[in-house]
C-alpha cells in the first residue's frame, strides 16, 4: 500500500510539478513585468502633464487588468478551465457597465477632458445653458464658480461631447458696442468723439487698431458699431468704462442718446 501511495504521489508531482513550477514563475514574472509597464505609463503621464487626479486613476485601472490576465494565465497553466471564469466576468462586466451607462459616460468624458484639455482650471467658459470659472475638474464632473459666487456641477459626459466656448483660451479679446446717436445729429462729430474716447484708454490695443462704423439706420437711431481689442484681463473694465463715458460725454458734445418713443396723435371729430 505504501508503494501505491509512493507511485501515485510521484505520479501527481511528474505530472502537476512542472506545470505548477511554470505558473509561479509565470505569476512572479508577469507581476513584476506589470510593475515596469506601470511606472513606464505613469512616466509617460508625468512628461505630459496629465492632471494627478487622471494620473493615478490611469495607473490604478492598468495595473489592475494587467494583474487579472497574469492571474489568469498562471492559473490556466495549472490546468483550472478558464473560459467560463471569464465568460462570468464577461457577463458581470457588461450587467455592471449596462447599470452604471451615465456613471460610465461621465468617466469618460473626464478622461478625455483631463487628456485633451480644452479647459483648465481657472478658465472662463459657457457650456451646457451655465458660465462660470472653472473651479475643479474631477473625473465625473466639472465644478464651475459663477461671477456672483455660485456652484455649479456640469456632468462631463455632456461637456465633452457638446459645444463650449471657452473665453480664456486666447490672450486678447474683442470689445464689441452698439452706439446710437439721434437722426438729424452730426456723424462726423459722433465718429470724432467715440474715437477719442477710445484713444484715452490705455488699456485698448492699437493692433489692430478700433473700429468705428455706421452700422444701421434704425428706428430711433444711427447705430455705429464700435470694436476694440483688449487683453482679456481688461474684457470687462475697458467695455464699462466706454458705456459710461459715452454717456458723459455725448451730452456735453450735443450728441442726443436717443430711446424709444412714439407720437400720438389726437383726432377728434368736429361739432356737427
Do not use: C
Not at 151 to 157: C, F, M, Q, S, Y
Amino acid at each position: 500500500m505504501e508503494s501505491a501511495a509512493d507511485i501515485d504521489f510521484t505520479g501527481i508531482v511528474y505530472v502537476y510539478g512542472p506545470k505548477l513550477v511554470f505558473a509561479i514563475l509565470t505569476l512572479v514574472i508577469g507581476l513584476w513585468i506589470v510593475k515596469i509597464l506601470v511606472n513606464a505609463v505613469k512616466k509617460g503621464l508625468d512628461k505630459s502633464n496629465t492632471d494627478e487626479t487622471l494620473k493615478g486613476f490611469l495607473a490604478s485601472i492598468i495595473s489592475v487588468l494587467l494583474k487579472i490576465m497574469v492571474y489568469i494565465t498562471a492559473l490556466g497553466m495549472l490546468g483550472v478551465e478558464m473560459t467560463s471564469f471569464v465568460a462570468i466576468l464577461a457577463a458581470a462586466g457588461l450587467a455592471i457597465g449596462m447599470a452604471l451607462s451615465g456613471t460610465l459616460q461621465n468617466f469618460a468624458g473626464g478622461v478625455m477632458i483631463l487628456l485633451f484639455k480644452p479647459f483648465k482650471k481657472g478658465d472662463f467658459i459657457e457650456a451646457q445653458g451655465h458660465s462660470g470659472t472653472v473651479n475643479e475638474i474631477q473625473i465625473f464632473m466639472t465644478i464651475l464658480k459663477t461671477p456672483d459666487n455660485k456652484t455649479i456641477l456640469i456632468p462631463n459626459g455632456p461637456l465633452s461631447t457638446n459645444s463650449l466656448t471657452n473665453y480664456s483660451t486666447e490672450p486678447r479679446r474683442r470689445v464689441d458696442w452698439t452706439i446710437g446717436i439721434g437722426y438729424g445729429d452730426d456723424v462726423d462729430k459722433a465718429y470724432e468723439v467715440i474715437r477719442r474716447l477710445l484713444d484715452g484708454d490705455d488699456r485698448i490695443l492699437n493692433d489692430p487698431e478700433p473700429f468705428i462704423a455706421v452700422k444701421e439706420l434704425a428706428d430711433s437711431s444711427v447705430n455705429f458699431a464700435v470694436r476694440a481689442w483688449v487683453n482679456a484681463s481688461d474684457y470687462w473694465g475697458v467695455f464699462f468704462r466706454l458705456n459710461e463715458e459715452v454717456y458723459k460725454t455725448f451730452d456735453k458734445e450735443g450728441l442726443n442718446i436717443p430711446y424709444p418713443q412714439s407720437d400720438v396723435h389726437i383726432i377728434k371729430d368736429g361739432d356737427e
